[in-house]
């Protein structure tokens, strides 16, 4: 889940009054196509992110001259954005012709026929089917917006993964490195275990201390009472300790040890216990922190380390007017226990999360065709090359071999060349039909272990219960 930190609309204007955008593939097929519905307005909503600010702020201006379809685009908070489109959805009010389906809710969607069927509707209005929207230029997270049938009911706009992001000046400093051996026995250097990250966390934390810094040691994205806590800890720490899948068995549905789930087990005990220590040495907000604050206390030089959700990069590595630490962030993967990086290597499990998005159309949108032409509009290849740099945020495959995007690599330190070499062992969140119903019923076991209020062997325990509650009320599991 996510996240973030946007890019308003006055920097993306700027940025479009300075950037020469490129010439469109052939602009008398928009020009045509859009002619029946010229001077309508599309409505979309979506989740204020990097990558949904520069589409509203950027591309749909584009899309707007070259078709004469208007896009109202209403970008907001991610619990305002489910809210409002399922809602909609459900009412079938036709309020949103297009609306953003993050990769962990789509088979929410999907089971309640929420979305129009992209690839059938290609195919019974060839006139609408676009000369530059090509499914073969897409990397394989497009497989994320697929039914069972193989048919399209989402085009991806944005896929990143979560890396480790370090301060690369720390970490070459030589007094602190001389420091950080004498202490610990080991070069300094980004961890790639939980006892390493645990150590350089606490040295670093002591450090500011006792230089009279604002730094700590890592962040946390603790929020005691919002979803992204939860996600924090099932998608992006659980999966390093060899937990998958939050820890459901996914033939019989079990959560419970005793009943051939893992949600319970050492290793998940292990996962809580660790991420919750880290709350020691982490900024004070961490209790209060989502994917926003989680990428603010970064970007403002507040953590030496973090796992930070990958949209959030570009921006921290290379934006002076919202960063102060600019030239100075490293990426690497995310710590791991033995055996972990073998599994996902061998498809047999995953070191975190690949986290993205898509725009579908409700079927109780009443301009389907017009929408339609719009999502064909920014999936070409031509708009992808800026979105990419500006927003970290790569959807297709020829997008790592631009230039430009290389350029951006070099001044990340790497972060796109880690999502294209590596991104296959990270994971998307698990086809669950019945995601929402079964955070809602867990999460706020871990929202009490985070307080103190269970330890948390008691709060994986309570929750591992619950979920089997849950999944036989939803007749998943046998009772």
């Not at 890019?7 to 052939?26: G, V």
């Not at 946390?220 to 800890?233: D, L, T």
């Not at 004070?284 to 949209?311: H, I, K, N």
């Amino acid at each position: 889940m996510k996240r973030r930190v946007l890019l308003t609309a006055s920097a993306a204007a700027a940025l479009l009054a300075t950037t020469r955008m490129p010439a469109f593939a052939d602009d008398a097929f928009w020009a045509k196509a859009g002619e029946p519905y010229k001077g309508i307005t599309l409505r979309g909503v979506s989740e204020s992110t990097p990558s949904s600010n520069w589409a509203k702020d950027v591309i749909a201006k584009e899309f707007t001259e070259k078709t004469g379809i208007e896009i109202q685009f209403e970008t907001t908070s991610w619990d305002q954005m489910y809210d409002k489109a399922i809602k909609d959805m459900e009412a079938g009010s036709g309020i949103y012709d297009f609306v953003y389906i993050e990769q962990d809710i789509i088979y929410s969607y999907l089971s309640r026929d929420f979305l129009v069927n992209i690839t059938q509707t290609l195919k019974d209005k060839p006139d609408l089917a676009a000369p530059t929207f090509n499914m073969e230029e897409f990397t394989t997270f497009i497989e994320y917006f697929k039914g069972k049938d193989g048919d399209l009911f989402g085009v991806p706009m944005e896929a990143f993964i979560k890396p480790y992001l370090y301060r690369a000046d720390l970490f070459a400093d030589a007094a602190v490195k001389e420091a950080f051996k004498a202490k610990y026995g080991w070069d300094l250097a980004p961890a790639t275990d939980h006892k390493q990250y645990r150590e350089i966390a606490e040295f670093f934390t002591q450090y500011g201390q006792d230089n009279d810094l604002e730094l700590w040691g890592t962040t946390v994205q603790a929020s005691s009472g919002h979803p992204a806590s939860f996600y924090e800890f099932v998608e992006s720490i659980a999966p390093t300790f060899g937990v998958y899948n939050w820890g459901l068995n996914t033939e019989t549905w079990a959560a419970t040890v005793a009943n051939g789930g893992t949600m319970n087990s050492d290793k998940a005990k292990a996962a809580l216990t660790w991420w919750i220590g880290n709350l020691q040495y982490a900024p004070p907000e961490s209790t209060s922190s989502t994917w926003d604050e989680v990428a603010a206390s970064f970007s403002a030089g507040r953590a030496a380390q973090a796992l930070v959700y990958g949209e959030n990069a570009a921006w921290i590595a290379t934006d002076e007017n919202k960063s102060t630490v600019v030239g100075k962030v490293g990426v690497a993967l995310p710590p791991l226990e033995p055996g972990v990086l073998e599994e996902a290597e061998s498809g047999n499990g995953y070191i975190g999360y690949y986290d993205g998005g898509a725009y579908g159309i409700p079927h109780s949108s009443k301009n389907k065709e017009a929408a339609l032409l719009w999502l064909q509009y920014y999936s070409q290849a031509s708009v992808q090359t800026d979105w990419a740099v500006n927003a970290a945020r790569v959807t297709h495959k020829a997008t790592y071999d631009d230039p430009r995007v290389q350029e951006q690599d070099t001044k990340t330190n790497g972060y796109y060349s880690l999502m294209r070499d590596k991104g296959h062992l990270f994971g998307g969140a698990p086809n669950f039909p019945f995601h929402g119903q079964l955070r809602e019923a867990i999460a706020p076991y871990f929202y009490d272990a985070i307080t103190g209020k269970l330890t948390p062997d008691q709060a994986l325990d309570q929750a591992a219960a619950r979920a089997e509650e849950e999944l036989t009320r939803l007749g998943y599991r046998k009772a």
